[in-house]
């Protein structure tokens, strides 16, 4: 694979927005119907802290961290290009987002997944992140999965 460079921005940037309509397009895929009660948490237009992984110039993954509580970030809008999937590339963007909250002075990193994303549950499992109760909006939802993580410090 080509050497991966990772890019902090936020949702203004063009190459995070057509990531992030790929990523709806999946999302639809593999939700139906459903996909329209969870697109109203997953609007962009706001997001001060977005990043954008390139294979070269070509971007190939994004992902965001919005506040979600006083010494949270919520993990947001991940998304990698099916080709380049299986590459690390998911781990890039997590870990980057990861540090970027640490250094916001944020404790801990929150994230809500779907059963119909095992490969996503797989690599956030493997990062460390632990599976809690389902928080907010995602409470008693039978396809979401909510996690957090403790960051290196906090």
Known sequence: ???????RTDSSDKDFQQLVRELDADLLLRNGDEQTFY??????????FAVVAYAGDIPVGCGAIKAFSADAMEVKRMFVQIPS?????A???????????H???YKKCVLETG????????????????RI??????????????????????
């Open 1 to 7: 694979m080509v050497m991966l460079r990772i890019k």
């Open 39 to 48: 697109s109203q948490f997953n609007k962009i237009d706001m997001i001060k």
């Open 85 to 89: 999937r299986g590459k690390g590339v």
């Open 91 to 101: 781990r890039a963007i997590l870990t980057e987002l990861e540090q970027w909250a």
């Open 103 to 105: 250094e916001l002075n």
């Open 115 to 130: 059963t119909r994303q095992l490969e996503a549950m797989g690599m956030y499992e493997s990062g460390g992140y632990l």
């Open 133 to 154: 109760p389902n928080y907010a909006q995602y409470e008693g939802l039978a396809h979401s999965l909510c996690c957090e993580k403790v960051l290196n410090g906090g």
